[in-house]
C-alpha cells in the first residue's frame, strides 16, 4: 500500500515479529477488526506472504528490531503511510542460544570466549526502542493517545533456569513496563502501557518435538490474542502483567513494599 498523505480512519498498530507465531495471530485478529496493521520482521519471504494474503489493510517491512535506526525507519514508514498509530505491540524475541553452564572455550589470554547475549538485544534492547518509539508517534497524534503492549514471558516473572539470559531479558520487560505505565500514568499521559508473559506457546523459536512432547500444557495462540485485546478494549489497564497460563490469564501487579523506607527510596529518589 502506498501512502495516500491523510490520517486513517482506521485504527493503525505497528507489531514487531508479526510474520509468524503469537505476532501473526494477533495480526490476523486486528485485520479481522478493521485495523490498518504494519508488520515488521526480519523474515522478508514470511512478512511479503503475509501481507499478501491478508489484503490492503496489512503492509509489511523488513527490519532487524535490534538495530535501532532499522527500527526507527519502521516506525517511520507507518507513519508515512497512515499518519497516526494507535497500537504497538513489541513482540520479537528468541530464546538462549548456547548452553550458559557448559565450559567455555578459552580465548589465548585464557579468558573464556565472549558469551552470546545476543537474546538481550532482541528480547529486551529492541523493546526498549519500541517503547521509546512508539511514545514518539502516540505523541504526535492528536490525541497523544496510544497502547503499548510488549510480549515478556513467565520467565520474567520466575527463573527458567535453563533459559537464564532469556530470563534475565524477560524480567526487564516487566520492569520497563512497570516503569512507563506509572511514570506516565503520574504525567496524565493517555497512554497504556502493558506485557504479556506466556508460558510455551508453538512458535518459531519453540522447537516442534519439544512442543510435541509437551502438548497438553502449551499456551494456546488463542489466550495470547485474549490479552492483548483486552489490554486494547479497556484502557483502565495499565502496568498489567498478564501471564497467560493455557487458558489461563493472570494480571500480576507489582509486589507489595517491603516497608516504607524502600517505597520511598524507590518513588521518592528516582
Partial sequence: MTSTGQVSSAQVALVT???????????????????????????????????RELGDKVSFTN???????QQAKAFVETWKQWSRLDFVFANA???DRTNF?????????????????????????????SAYLALHYFRKNPDKAGKLVSTASMAGLYPSHGLPV????????VGITRCLAQ??????EPITVNCICPGIVATNISSSP??????????????????????LTDSSKN??????????IHYRVQPDWSDEKAKEVMTGVY
Fill in 63 to 69: 527490519a532487524d528490531v535490534s538495530d535501532y535506526d
Fill in 101 to 129: 553452564y557448559e565450559p567455555a572455550e578459552e580465548r589465548e589470554d585464557g579468558a573464556p570466549v565472549k558469551p552470546d547475549t545476543s537474546v538481550l538485544d532482541i528480547c529486551l534492547t529492541a523493546v526498549v526502542y
Fill in 93 to 95: 524475541g528468541i530464546i
Fill in 183 to 188: 511514570r506516565l500514568e503520574a504525567l496524565q
Fill in 166 to 173: 532469556y530470563t534475565s531479558a524477560k524480567h526487564g520487560v
Fill in 239 to 248: 502496568g498489567l502483567v498478564a501471564e497467560c497460563s493455557i487458558e489461563n
Fill in 210 to 231: 519439544m512442543t510435541d512432547a509437551i502438548a497438553k500444557i502449551l499456551t494456546p495462540h488463542s489466550t495470547i490474542v485474549r490479552a492483548v485485546d483486552g489490554f
Fill in 17 to 51: 515479529g508479526g510474520a509468524s507465531g503469537m505476532g501473526l495471530s494477533v495480526v490476523k485478529h486486528l485485520a479481522e477488526q478493521g485495523w490498518n496493521v504494519m508488520i515488521v520482521d526480519y523474515n522478508e519471504e514470511s512478512g511479503q506472504k503475509v501481507a
